[in-house]
C-alpha cells in the first residue's frame, strides 16, 4: 500500500455521466464470525473510473443539520464501485450532488447507531426499491444493525405492499436489503472483503465505559485497504489506542474532531434559545468526554504516521461561522502531516 499520495480536493456539484450497472452476486456470510466475505461478486459500478477516492457527503457533527454541512456520510469510490460509510441525514441527496448513483450502493457500513449517523439508512434503501433496484444491499455495523435494517423494512412495508399490487413487482425488499452485526473488537479484525476493498475495524471510546456496562451497543472505526490506499474512518471517538492501531500507515485517516471552546459557547446560545430542555448538562458532557478534541486527532494521526488527515464531523461546523485555522491549531500542535478540513461534496 502507497504511503506518499497525491491527494485530489475538487467539489463535485454538477458532476455528469456516473451512472451504469452490473450484475451483482449474493453476499455470503461465514456461520458465527464477523467476516463478510464477497470474492466473487460483480456488484454496480461507475463506468470510466479507476482509483480510489474519498467523498466526504456530510461533515456536520451531529445530531445537527444546515444547508452547508450534513450529518456524518462518506463514500469510498474504488474503481468505481460505491461504498458508503455512515448515512445520516441529508446523505442522499449529498450523493445526487456528488453525482453518486444512490441506486448503485451496495454496501453501507455504520459506525455506530446514534441518528446523525444512520437517519437516512431508511430513507436510502427505500428508494434503492422504489427506484428498482434488484440487486443486494448489505448494511454492515456493531450490534443493532441487523434490528435496524428490520426497522427500514418494516417503515416502508405499506408502500412495499401498495407498488407490489399497483406496479406489479416482483422482488421483495426482504429478498435483497439485509443487515449484518460484527462483534467490536481491541485489535483490528477483518470485517469485510470483496474483490475490490478489503474492511478492518475495531472497536473505539465514542462510548463511555459506564454506557458499556448498560446497554449491547458499540461503537467502531474502520479501515479500508484497497490496491492503490489505504483509507481509515474514526466514526465518532474520543482519543483511541485501538483506533491508532487500525490507522497505523494509513494514506489518510479521516477523523471527527470538536473544538471545544466555540462548540461550549453556541451550545450555551442554544440552551438559552429552549434547545436541550432535558438535562442540558448531561448532553454536555458526552458532546465534550466521548468526542474527539483537535489535539486529540493530531495526537491520534502522529502517533498512527498517516499521510493526510482529514477532519470531519465538525463543531461548531456550521452552527457558528469559525475559520478552518481555529481547526488547525490543535491539530498542529502534534502533528505536521497534511491536513485538511473537511466540507461537504470534497474529493480526496
Known amino acids: 500500500m502507497k504511503t506518499n499520495t497525491t491527494h485530489r480536493r475538487a467539489f463535485l456539484a454538477g458532476i455528469a455521466g456516473v451512472g451504469g450497472a452490473g450484475a451483482a452476486a449474493r453476499l455470503g456470510f461465514g456461520s458465527g464470525i464477523s467476516l463478510v466475505s464477497a470474492l466473487a461478486n460483480a456488484q454496480e459500478t461507475v463506468p470510466g473510473t479507476s482509483g480510489t477516492d474519498l467523498i466526504l457527503l456530510g461533515t456536520q457533527g451531529g445530531p445537527n443539520f444546515r444547508v452547508e454541512r450534513v450529518e456524518c456520510s462518506s463514500a469510498i469510490v474504488v474503481d468505481g464501485r460505491i461504498y458508503v460509510i455512515d448515512c445520516g441525514y441529508g446523505a442522499l441527496g449529498r450523493m445526487g450532488e456528488a453525482g453518486l448513483n444512490y441506486r448503485e450502493v451496495g454496501n453501507i457500513f455504520l459506525t455506530h447507531l446514534h441518528d446523525d449517523h444512520t437517519s437516512d439508512v431508511v430513507t436510502l434503501l427505500s428508494h434503492q426499491w422504489t427506484g428498482g433496484r434488484i440487486d443486494p444491499t448489505l448494511v454492515v455495523g456493531p450490534y443493532g444493525t441487523e434490528r435496524l435494517v428490520e426497522a427500514a423494512l418494516t417503515y416502508f412495508e405499506a408502500n412495499t405492499a401498495i407498488r ?3 406496479e406489479d413487482r416482483s422482488v421483495l425488499p426482504t429478498e435483497i436489503f439485509s443487515g449484518h452485526d460484527i462483534e467490536a473488537t481491541p485489535a483490528p479484525t477483518e470485517v469485510f472483503s470483496d474483490d475490490r476493498v478489503t474492511v478492518s475495524s475495531v472497536e473505539n471510546t465514542h462510548l463511555p465505559e459506564s454506557a458499556l456496562e448498560q446497554v449491547p451497543y458499540r ?14 474512518i474514526s466514526g465518532d471517538t474520543a482519543y483511541s489506542e485501538n483506533l491508532i492501531r487500525l490507522a497505523e500507515g494509513s494514506d489518510v485517516f479521516v477523523c471527527e474532531t470538536i473544538e471545544a471552546g466555540t462548540t461550549r459557547e453556541n451550545f450555551e446560545r442554544r440552551v438559552a434559545a429552549g434547545a436541550y430542555a432535558d438535562n442540558p448538562e448531561g448532553i454536555w458532557k458526552h458532546v465534550i468526554e466521548t468526542h474527539s478534541s483537535t489535539q486529540d486527532a493530531g ?21 457558528m461561522d469559525v475559520p478552518d485555522e481555529l481547526y488547525l491549531e490543535g491539530v498542529r500542535e502534534h502533528f505536521d502531516g497534511e491536513v485538511i478540513v473537511g466540507q461537504d461534496l470534497m474529493v480526496i
Open 164 to 166: 407490489l399490487v399497483d
Open 219 to 232: 461503537a467502531v472505526s474502520y479501515r479500508f485497504d484497497s490496491r492503490d490506499r489505504s483509507i481509515t
Open 299 to 319: 495526537r491520534m494521526a502522529a502517533a498512527a504516521g498517516v499521510g493526510t488527515l482529514v477532519l470531519t464531523h465538525l463543531l461548531p461546523g456550521a452552527l
